[in-house]
Structure formats: C-alpha cells, structure tokens
C-alpha cells in the first residue's frame, strides 16, 4: 500500500552495536521490500508526474477468476431453473425454443461475461473489483475493446484446452494422449507464474495487464493530536530521543497507532520509553505518549528527509 | 500555528481539494459521466493535476503512510478515469460494424487466404479419397455421426434429409437444433483463434480437420448423384458459416505469425499490434455465426427450391465480399 522508496544498497555485514539476531530480521525485511518493489511498475503520465501501479499477484487472480467462475454459473444455473419453471407452467411444447434460448445464453455469459465488464468504466469485472483489482494498458494508454477482445478470447486456450484435455480418456493410447495435451496446455494455463509481469497468455497478446486498484481512505493526521499546546509543552523530547528511531519504525508506530488493541500499543510505549530513556510523568497515558513522540520523530526525520538524508531505520546510523 | 509539521499543513490546505476529486471519480465510476455536473466536469482536470502534484511533492516532504497511499490510489483512479476511454458502447459497435471489423478482414488477405486453403484443402482431400474407396468414410468418421448420413444409406432417406417435409418435424425441434450448431460452430472459432497463440499449427490442425469432416460427407450424397441439392442445401448457410470458420482460422495465423515471426518489432509488440486484429476478427465470426445459425433455422427450413436456395447463397456471398473488400473512403480523422 505504501510507496516504496528508492533501495539504496544495504550494508548486510555486521555493524557495531547490532545484535545477529537484528540482522537477520532486517535483512528479511529488506529482502522482503524488494519482493515488493518487484512488484511495481512506474507510469509516467503526460503530465510529467509519476504513479507508481501495482500489479495483481497470480493468487489474486485466481482468486478473482474463481470468484467470476461462481457468478457465472449461478447465473446459467439461475436461468436453467427459471426457464423449466416458466415452460412447465406456461406451455410444456415449447421446451425446445426455452433450451435454444437457454443454449446461446450459455454461450454469451460464457464468453462474454469478462467482456462486458472490462469494456466498462471500472475495467473490472465483479470478481477483480471484490479484490480491487482491474486491467490496464501495458503502456499507460486507454484500454481499448479490442484488448478487453483478445484478451478474453484468449482464455479458451487457457482454461478451456487444459479442461478438455482432464476430461479425455478412453484406451492406452488416448490416456497418453490426454497428459500430452495436459502438459502440453498447462504451459498457457501457468503462463503468468513464470514471467516478471504477471500476464497470462490473453494479456500479452492483448497488450495489457491486471493491476491493483484499491480505494484507500484518508484518515485524520495522528500529529494533530499531538500539536495541542498542552500536549506538546508535556513533551519536549531531546534531539538525541528523536534519532533513536528511523522510517521503518516510524511507519511501523504509525500502523501501530491506528489499528492495534491498547494492550500492544502499552508494550510498545514501554519499550519506547526504555529506549529513549523517557521518564514516565504523573498522568501520561501511553496513547498520548506515543502519538506525542510519533509527531516528534516525523518532525525530525521530515526536516533530514528536507536535507536529503533518508534515514530508513533505526540501524541507518549518519 | 507555528508548531504544526510542515507536512500536516501542506495536507491540511489541499484535503478539501483531495476530497472533492474523490467524491467525484466515486460518483463517475458508480455511473457513468453521465452523473456528473457540468461544473464538476470543469473541475475534474484541475483536481486532477493538483492531485498528481500532490503526490509528487508528498513524496518528498511527508512520511505519512497513510497520505501517501490515499494519493497514489487517488491518482491511479483519476488517470485512468480522464485518459480512459470516452466512447459509449453503442458508438463503439457502429464503429467496429463500419470500420474496424472490414479493415482487420481486408488487411488479413494472406492469412484468409492461407487458412481458406488448409480448409478447402481437408476437404477435397477427404472428398477425393471417399470417391475412389468409400472405406475412408468410416476411417474419418470412426462410427456413424450424422444420423444415418453415411454411405450404407439409401438415396430417398439422403434427400429426406435435405428437404424439410412439415409433417415430421416440429419447429422446436430445428431451434433447439441450430442453436446447437450456433453453440457448438462459434466455441470453434474462438478456438482456432486462440490456438494460433501456438504459431498456428493447432488452427491448421482444426482447419483441416472440420474441412475432411464436411468433405467426406459431401462425397457421400455426392455419390449418389445428390451432389446438386446438397450443395444448395450446405450453401445456404454455409457461405457464412464456412466463411467464418475460415477468418476464424485467419485470425489464428494472424496472431500465429507475429508471434513466431515479429520482424523488426519486439515480440511482444508484434503480439500485441496483431492481437487487436484478430480479436476484431475473431468477433466479426461470432457475428457471422449469429447470421448463419438464423440462415440454418429458419431460411433452410423454410426454403425447400433448390433453385432459391442458390440464390441465397449467391447474394450472401456477393454480400459478404463487398462488405469486406470493396474499397472505402478512408476516415477523416
């Protein structure tokens, strides 16, 4: 959710006054950073300005596709039993008319259901938009209806060959045949595992690929409680408290403070306070504590940040 | 206030602004453009790019995770919402019916014409082989398919089959069947142009294969002197639907070819330029598709001359051809 900011290369070796065990936790959590920033793409749009987009991971989009697959069959199922209903009511001659009405309905939600949906505003058919997901163009321009076309025209070889090839059997021969096919059309079913952008087979003929589109929401800034006179006169934290931590720590306190339980943020402030060597004063409560020494520690980190220093954790000693 | 952070007084100016963008790109996005005001329509560019310069200068002066993230998913919406796409559906179709669905058909001649080959090819090399040993039949067809159609039938029951007499079948009954057929024909289609992903040897395999399973059909009444009314009784519909089957398979090699040989182009690029094509294609087939199956239906069923039969097939073809290739004045862009 966060923007990643530039990895500057990491000093991994051992480091007076880190203990291995710290190492080894920040080297996964850098490691895990990467991971991450693999993940994202830069788009620079016309105006100059850059927007940094997220691509869907594979389970995401299996995760949706299953979610459409359950829509879709509800939907088929739902008009088979209306339409028996219908006909056994009304008139049992036309059972035959019902089922070709029936049949060509199969074939469009079927094919057409994915196109529908991406052809529209949102770009997202229903199970991509439950995991706040949506195709864009690769190079940053309008999705256009003949991408959304290809790309879900696609998906016949993609779910529909492995899905005939599981079904065949018969003789010896045949058996082979149908692991052959299996094999043979897991390549196109697994296609987006095994490239860097995520796409399937449909995406890169269609010149797209599936992004994260979540609607975040503005929260109040915690440095406003923090600001009111009588708060921040109480706190007057020295320079050398406020270097104790870097931004790793400070997004981890920001998190912290706006969606834990009281019982983790009063561990927390007690490791704080040990660190900093803060003395507890009469009638400080750990929510104002922390959310005081939050505002202290982005106000110092923002005026380095202003300077170019970027200091990204507590280890990043300048 | 002197003592607020820098970065909470640069968020405390613009929120208001953030907030309106918001309001306004929910309100797009749940329906339409056509739910926004003319001066929310004004406003919407001048928000956008507030927000965008937002975001770059956040980046560089706040560490609040939680600015940041709302901006960048803010800008990531009103992008995609003033560069997408404005056109409504019903244009897009009268575009796509007038332009893009014939060029993509005109520019591919090569291709049809590669793919008409694999086809008709299948088919005369089933029909030939059938006429000199009638054994290959049941080698195509391993056993009996086409109820009874095979080369232990009778003449009288093969003409049965052509002609419709109104007392046997009820036109339920044909429905049910043609929309069978429509299913059945169009899943086809897509097939051989998803399949061409795989340098196109699938769709040749598909092409050849439906081309042998008409041909050695055709030998059949062929052989029984019904070659004539056979013909008009397939061609009624078939011109379009073979047709289809045929760019269907064009649309296969288009992809096909780019893929294995992308020229000066990356891979990716010629895959990507010739995908539009052949979607374009490839929906122009289900088009075609939808026709010939109410041709099938009703027209055949209806239509018991030869003669009219002919004609039909005649015009659907000219048809067809003129839609296609006839030259036309290029758009005024």
Redesign the interface.
């Known amino acids: ?3 990643t900011p530039p990895l500057k290369p990491v000093n991994t070796g051992r480091r007076p006054g880190i203990s291995m065990e710290a190492a080894v936790q920040r080297r996964a959590r850098l490691a895990e950073e990467m991971r991450v920033a693999k993940m994202v793409r830069r ?1 620079v ?3 100059g ?5 997220k691509l869907g991971s594979a389970s995401e989009r299996a995760g949706a596709f299953m979610i459409d697959i359950a829509i879709q069959w509800a939907i088929v199922i739902a008009t088979l039993l209306g339409l028996t209903f219908v006909v056994g009511a009304l008139s049992p ?5 019902a ?3 029936w ?2 309905f ?2 469009f939600v079927r ?1 057409f259901y994915y196109i529908f949906f991406e ?1 529209g ?3 997202a058919t229903p199970g991509k938009r439950i995991l706040g997901l ?1 195709v ?1 163009s ?1 190079d940053g ?7 959304v ?2 790309r879900n ?5 993609e779910i ?2 492995p899905f005939q090839f599981a079904l065949m059997g018969g003789d010896q021969f045949g058996a082979w045949m149908a692991l052959f096919g299996l094999l043979w059309s897991g390549v ?1 079913l697994l296609f987006p595992i095994f490239n860097k952008d995520k796409m399937r ?1 449909g995406d ?4 797209t690929w599936v ?1 994260k ?7 109040d ?4 409680s923090a ?1 009111r ?1 009588d708060v ?1 006169s109480r706190f007057a934290f020295t320079p050398a408290q406020t270097e104790a931590y870097g ?1 790793h720590e ?2 981890v306190l ?2 912290l403070l ?1 969606q834990s339980t009281p019982e983790i943020k009063a561990q927390v402030a007690t490791r704080i306070r040990a660190k900093i060597n803060w003395a507890r004063t009469e009638g400080e409560t750990d929510l104002v504590f922390l959310e005081a020494y939050y ?1 202290a520690l ?2 110092r ?2 005026q380095r ?2 300077l170019g220093e970027r200091k990204t954790d507590k280890f990043d000693v300048r | ?1 002197t ?6 007084r640069f ?1 405390e100016e613009r ?1 208001g602004d ?2 309106r963008l ?1 309001l306004i790109l929910t309100k ?2 749940n329906g ?1 453009v056509k739910n926004l005001t003319d001066e929310q329509m004004l406003a919407l560019p001048r928000l956008y ?1 507030q927000a ?2 937002s ?2 200068v956040a ?12 901006l ?6 009103a ?3 003033v ?3 404005r056109t409504t ?1 019903g244009e ?1 179709m009268m575009q ?1 019916l007038r332009r ?1 669905w014939p060029a993509a058909v005109s520019q591919s001649v090569w291709t049809t014409l590669l793919a008409a080959f694999f086809f008709f090819g299948g088919w005369a090399l089933a029909f030939f082989l059938c006429l000199q040993d009638m054994e290959w039949f049941w080698t195509f067809h391993g056993q009996n398919l086409f109820d009874g159609r095979n080369p232990d039938a009778t003449v009288e029951y093969l003409r049965s089959t052509i002609y419709t007499d109104e007392s046997t079948t ?1 036109d ?2 044909l ?2 069947f ?3 057929l ?2 059945n024909n ?2 086809i289609a ?2 051989a ?3 061409g ?2 340098f196109g040897i699938p769709t040749a395999w598909l092409l050849v294969y439906n081309g042998v399973m008409i041909g050695s059909l055709y030998a059949v009444f062929w052989e029984k002197g019904l070659g004539y009314e056979f013909t008009g009784w397939l061609m009624i519909h078939g011109v379009t639907e073979l047709s289809a089957i045929v760019l269907a398979g064009a649309a296969g090699f288009v ?1 096909g070819g780019a893929v294995a040989f992308p020229g000066g182009r990356t891979r ?1 690029a010629s ?2 330029a ?7 294609m ?2 122009g087939c ?1 088009i075609m598709l939808i026709i010939a199956a109410l041709l099938e239906g009703f027209g055949r069923q209806l239509i018991n001359s030869d003669t009219v039969r002919y004609a039909v097939a005649g015009n659907t073809l000219v048809l067809w051809l003129v839609y296609f290739y006839a030259p036309r004045k290029a758009p005024d862009a």
């Open positions: 959710m966060t923007a788009l749009t016309p105006e300005a850059a927007i940094q987009l001659g036309s059972a035959n008319i089922f070709a009405f049949l060509v199969f074939f094919n052809i505003q949102r770009a949506r864009a690769r321009g309008r999705l256009t209806a003949n991408s076309l290809a025209f696609i998906r016949e070889i529909g060959l196109f087979v890169l003929i269609a010149g992004i589109a979540p609607k975040a929401k503005l929260m800034d915690i440095t406003s600001a006179p921040s931004i400070l997004h920001e998190d706006r505002a982005r106000r980190l923002e940040m202003l | 206030m003592d607020l952070l820098k970065s909470y968020r929120q953030w907030k918001d797009a996005e339409g790019r965008v310069s975001l770059s980046r560089s002066i706040s560490l609040d995770q939680n600015v940041i993230s709302y960048e998913s803010l800008c990531t919406r992008y995609f919402f560069y997408g796409a559906l897009r796509f893009d009820g339920g009954e429905t049910a043609s929309s069978f429509f299913n169009a899943q897509l097939f142009f998803a399949l992903f795989a992809i990716l895959a990507r010739a995908g539009q094509k052949a979607a374009t490839a929906m289900v």
